[in-house]
């Protein structure tokens, strides 16, 4: 097959990227639109290693130099244009405290390890909605640039070797494309993050398109005409099938199905363009949209989510509105800033030195523009939505109402999560972390423990009490609850945390009190087709709750007193920072205390009542002092660091009222 321009390929990119556009809006008719970026990916493969052979056939070899600076010209102009001009917006659009996690996912987008940011983002607990970045989009040119930089090296190499053995070309890419489909199964069974976004596990896809060029250069298929448009047609409905969501597949199958239907599709296009689909891709609007598809692609995702931010409208005229801007945006971009830069004859000189020089104009942009431009601290145009309290509780929200502290430090209160400890049964001592001769009391649960952590250690060393810490965040202390909210790895830890930890741990450690912190997972509406049981236990979320809650608490009262913090306060519904930080009344960021008892809070206290050897101790009113209301600021003290989460700071300014809570209990008058 010889190598030449293909508009159809093109009319394919707009294909492509509007797939992915409308996913991103939330449209349910195309609830597996994210196929586009495997289409991409193939084509990618495709076209990339066409141009590689094509100019390794002409001349004998490849000038590495110039495929960079051609790499560069053609992707960074547009990408760093992006990157500045959407830091520019969010600092109209959001407050300073949920632009600053930007800045990481902003610097990696620009030096093209966005994909393994955004993994490890999914792995932290504490990290910020990976979905709530404007960055988020560039982990899939990650990928590519990634693959790009070792690719034409080896395709180099293997024509070269393969001059002679015709077959070493293919079955050294066949081999590479195998080793990654196979990392992408297994991944998919330990973690569907790194499934989804580890080089590794993708490079399938671009070597799927690298491997479809050099079969069809190299064993000169040919097909029939019709053969050829029943294999591009069925290739395209393959497609559009998987993409509209109507199969029920897990993402790693739906992306392997999507990359054999969009090598079916290229090679039946390659094979006979001529054919109807062919002549339709080849028309001048969809060609135009497949050429500015990469500047689509770019301005799409930041676009869709200042509209939301700024608009409560529906997915539909989302989607209308952003395919209209982004459009818009990358024709401009297309026209005045990515063809000039790719067309000028003054670049063409310098080879190694552009695609060098542009790097490095790309590093400094991150290390400078990107900091000083997502870090400045300024109100948004937009005010953080809160659910602000009204009526009588609005008033008394005000009267108790404290002023932001001046020059806050934004980014250490929203570091500021504590810290955790846990240990095998076989080294309890691991668990220790403070030594006293008072009492020896051990806090098991999850990051609502975590947050108190630097609290009940300030409390143990004041008081003379021996604490030891079995804490893992997103692990509810109950032995029997699963949380598949948390990572596949959290998970783990977690069951290995727990499971049989109190039969054995708590012989050995031998503690006078076990205070049992954890959020409050028996809200249907929000964790019923989340919690689940280890064992298998059917019922509805409150039943599995209560059970697992009765078989711990049985468990731990064989070997001490048990005393459980019910529910604390949170503000559940906004983003506390995000509302102070936006400037105006800090008392709309108040939270309401609702009086309200969860169904977990009941049990705890019904069984309190008739057991000696347990608990129930209600800390909100150490942490809500102006009750009926709980602020955001006391004494000074920014209070919480996100919807669910105190900060660990306030927290152990408000010890002395904590351990009077506790001490009420009785429990800790116990040797």
């Not at 030449?4 to 195309?30: E, K, N, Q, W």
């Not at 030096?111 to 792995?123: P, T």
């Not at 989804?196 to 190299?218: F, H, I, K, S, W």
């Amino acid at each position: 097959m010889s190598w030449s321009y293909r508009p159809a390929l093109d009319g394919l990119r707009s294909i492509a990227v509007y797939l992915v556009l409308l996913f991103h809006t939330g449209m349910s008719a195309v609830g597996g639109g994210f196929i586009g970026v495997d289409l991409f990916f193939v084509l990618s493969g495709f076209l990339v290693s066409n141009v590689i052979l094509s100019e390794i056939d002409r001349t004998g070899t490849l000038r590495i130099g110039h495929f960079y600076a051609r790499r560069v010209r053609r992707l960074l102009p547009a990408a760093l244009l992006v990157v500045v001009a959407t830091s520019l917006v969010f600092v109209l659009v959001a407050p300073v405290t949920r632009r600053m996690p930007l800045v990481g996912d902003a610097q990696s987008a620009l030096l093209y390890v966005a994909n393994w940011r955004f993994l490890h983002q999914a792995e932290d607990y504490f990290a910020t909605n990976v979905e709530e970045s404007p960055f988020l989009h560039f982990w899939s040119l990650a990928i590519e640039e990634q693959f790009y930089v070792v690719f034409p090296v080896l395709l180099l190499v293997l024509a070269r070797v393969g001059r002679r053995r015709g077959w070493v070309m293919p079955a050294v890419l066949g081999g590479l494309l195998v080793a990654s489909l196979g990392a992408q199964l297994y991944w998919a069974q330990v973690d569907a993050n790194h499934a989804y976004y580890g080089t590794d596990a993708r490079l399938y896809q671009l070597l799927a398109g690298a491997v479809l060029t050099v079969v069809l250069r190299t064993w000169r298929v040919h097909l029939r005409r019709r053969a050829a448009e029943t294999l591009a047609l069925g290739g395209l409905a393959g497609l559009l099938v998987l993409g509209s969501g109507l199969l029920d597949l897990a993402p790693s199958w739906r992306g392997i199905g999507a990359t054999a239907v969009s090598v079916a599709l290229l090679a039946g296009l390659s094979l006979r363009e001529d054919g109807a689909l062919g002549r339709v891709l080849s028309q001048g609007v969809p060609v135009y949209l497949g050429r500015i598809s990469y500047g689509t692609y770019l301005w799409h995702w930041p676009v869709i989510l200042v509209l939301q931010e700024a608009l409560a409208t529906s997915p539909r005229v989302i989607a209308v509105l952003a395919m209209a801007i982004a459009t818009g945006l990358a024709a401009v971009s297309y026209e005045l800033l990515e063809m000039p830069v790719r067309r000028t004859a003054l670049l063409d000189r310098f080879r190694w030195n552009t695609a060098v020089a542009g790097v490095a104009v790309s590093a400094l942009v991150a290390v400078t523009v990107v900091p000083w431009t997502l870090e400045k601290d300024r109100a948004p145009v937009l005010t953080a939505a809160a659910a602000s309290p009204v009526g009588a509780v609005a008033a008394a929200a005000q009267q108790a109402s404290e002023p932001v502290p001046a020059n806050v430090n934004w980014k250490a209160v929203g570091d500021d999560v504590g810290s955790f400890t846990s240990c095998a049964p076989t080294s309890v001592e691991e668990c220790r972390v403070v030594e006293g001769d008072g009492p020896h009391v051990l806090v098991v649960g999850d990051s609502h423990a975590q947050m108190l952590t630097p609290m009940f250690e300030k409390i143990a060393e004041e008081h003379d009490l021996t604490l030891s810490l079995n804490i893992r965040p997103g692990c509810p202390w109950q032995e029997d609850l699963t949380n598949p909210k948390a990572s596949d790895d959290s998970q783990e830890l977690c069951e290995r945390e727990r499971v049989g930890w109190f039969d054995e741990a708590l012989p050995a450690m031998k503690p006078d009190v076990v205070v049992l912190v954890a959020r409050a997972r028996d809200d249907e509406r929000t964790w019923g087709d989340l919690v689940g049981s280890r064992s298998g236990r059917d019922g509805s979320l409150e039943q599995i709750t209560l059970a697992a809650s009765r078989d711990t608490l049985q468990k731990v009262q064989q070997h001490a007193r048990a005393v459980v913090v019910e529910s604390m306060v949170m503000p559940e519904t906004f983003q506390p920072l995000d509302c102070l930080a936006s400037g105006g009344d800090p008392s709309r960021c108040a939270v309401a205390i609702t009086g309200e008892t969860t169904p977990s809070d009941a049990f705890f206290i019904t069984e309190a009542a008739t057991s000696p050897k347990l608990d129930v101790v209600d800390l909100n009113p150490a942490f809500c002092p102006h009750a009926p209301v709980c602020q955001p600021v006391v004494d000074g003290d920014v209070v919480w660091r996100d919807d669910h989460h105190l900060t660990a700071a306030y927290a152990t300014s408000r010890r002395d009222e904590v351990w009077r809570l506790l001490r009420g209990t009785g429990a800790f008058d116990r040797g």
